[in-house]
């Protein structure tokens, strides 16, 4: 086959120079250069080659173009079966906390356990129906936000105890579900209760093209030295799944600074 393309190739040269290349250019030269037939040997190996190197780049460059486009398929496939994981991952250690909350006012506060049965299950609703999409409205989301800390509350006494800051128009933006939970359920895991209100500050803006999400608590000094070794899942799922859904449109900072654990996220659209 390159042989056959090779020889076609030097054919197709001797035709363009004798009949068009020399009268035009070079009037008489042709004659002069030994007629149609007469064929360099050098200039022809080089035509050789140069049909040979043709072929075997386009060859190479489609060999090329399969393998990146199997590439990404894999790296797509394999992105949204680790996203499923952490997600089936995320909601059983949300239901666990949740809970154990539940089950500690059972028997002195009954009448709040019933309210904290219903609230989980409009927030269970959301688990179930909305956190199968790769995005939900962002209004959705905060509203959910809210019925998680409206849950928590019923434990504490002062209803100030957590301040809720939202600024900037939210409508008509989407985010991925459950992003903002881990944090404000670490900040209440192990945040101090025992200190005057505001003891958790979550701050939302939305921005045109982006959003800031901040969540502050005063550190639980014997927490953090009585807590076990097992890390936080919702907080390593929720890393995780900022890298694949948001890499390089996102920062995450999580810092301890002057007795305060600060969480603080930055999202651009």
Not at 239 to 253: A, D, I, N
Request: glycine share 6%; with cysteine; charged share 20%.
């Amino acid at each position: 086959m390159l042989l056959i393309s090779a020889a076609f190739f030097i054919l197709l040269q001797r035709v363009l120079l004798y009949y068009i290349s020399y009268p035009v250019f070079y009037p008489g030269y042709g004659e002069k250069a030994g007629g149609f037939w007469h064929i360099n040997p050098f200039y022809s190996f080089i035509n050789i080659y140069t049909v040979v190197g043709l072929f075997a780049s386009i060859k190479l460059l489609k060999y090329w173009y399969r393998n990146q486009q199997v590439k990404a398929e894999l790296e797509n496939k394999n992105k949204t079966s680790e996203l499923a994981l952490l997600r089936t991952q995320l909601n059983p250690h949300f239901l666990f906390n949740t809970l154990n909350n539940i089950d500690s006012l059972i028997l002195t506060k009954p009448q709040k356990a019933s309210d904290a049965i219903i609230k989980l299950s409009d927030i269970m609703r959301f688990m179930l129906y909305d956190t199968s999409t790769d995005n939900v409205p962002l209004e959705k989301e905060i509203n959910y936000l809210k019925s998680y800390i409206s849950l928590q509350q019923i434990r504490l006494k002062d209803p100030g105890f957590v301040k809720v800051n939202l600024e900037g128009n939210c409508l008509g933006k989407t985010i991925a579900p459950m992003l903002f939970i881990p944090f404000v359920e670490n900040a209440f895991k192990h945040g101090q209760k025992n200190v005057a209100a505001p003891g958790i500050e979550i701050r939302l803006e939305c921005l045109k093209d982006s959003l800031n999400f901040e969540v502050i608590n005063r550190v639980d000094v014997s927490a953090e030295m009585n807590k076990d070794n097992t890390p936080g899942i919702g907080l390593a799922n929720t890393k995780r799944r900022l890298e694949l859904l948001y890499p390089g449109r996102h920062k995450l900072s999580i810092k301890t600074e002057n007795g305060y654990y600060i969480s603080r996220l930055h999202i651009k659209f």
